[in-house]
C-alpha cells in the first residue's frame, strides 16, 4: 500500500515481486474506495477493520491470496463467489493470481459487512 507502515510487514514478505503488486493494488484499492475502513496487520494478514470490528482479511500463498470473511458474511455471497470461479472454504476464499478480482463483488461484501456490523462493538461477530 502506498506509504502505509501498517501494512508494509505485509507486503514486504511477499517474495514474488507481481504477486507484492497486485496486493499492493488491491489493498490500495480497498483504502481509496472504503477510506473509512483502517488497515490493520495481526495474525501475519492485512485487515481492514470499522469501529474495531473484522470487516476483511488476506493472506498470501505461492498460488493465491486467501480473503477472510467471518463465515455469516461469507455465506451470503457463496453462489457469487462459485459463480467467479473462487475456491471457497467455510471462512474464507480463494483468489488465484492468474484469476481477476472481481472487485464489485469484494466491495459487496465490504459493504454488507460494515451495514451488519455497525452495531458490533467486539473485534468478531458473537
Known amino acids: 500500500m502506498k ?16 504477486h507484492r503488486a497486485a496486493m499492493a493494488e488491491l ?3 480497498i483504502s481509496e474506495t472504503f477510506p ?8 501475519r494478514q492485512a485487515m481492514f477493520t470499522d ?8 493472506s498470501v500463498a505461492s498460488k493465491h491470496f486467501a480473503v477472510a470473511l ?16 473462487y475456491e471457497d472454504s467455510s471462512m474464507l476464499f480463494r483468489i488465484r493470481f492468474d484469476q481477476a478480482v ?9 459493504k ?12 468478531w461477530r458473537p
Not at 473509512?36 to 495474525?43: D, P, V
Not at 454488507?112 to 473485534?123: E, L, M, V, Y
Open 102 to 110: 472481481d472487485h464489485a463483488l469484494l466491495s459487496d461484501m465490504i
Open 36 to 43: 473509512q475502513l483502517k488497515a490493520e496487520y495481526k495474525w
Open 27 to 29: 489493498l490500495d484499492w
Open 51 to 58: 469501529h474495531g470490528t473484522f470487516i476483511i482479511g488476506f
Open 112 to 123: 454488507f459487512n460494515i451495514a451488519d456490523k455497525a452495531a458490533c462493538r467486539t473485534f
Open 70 to 85: 467471518e463465515k455469516f458474511g461469507l455465506d451470503q455471497f457463496r453462489q457469487r463467489l462459485r459463480a467467479s470461479g
Open 3 to 18: 506509504n502505509n507502515p501498517i501494512i508494509a510487514p505485509f507486503l514486504d514478505a511477499i517474495v514474488d515481486v507481481a
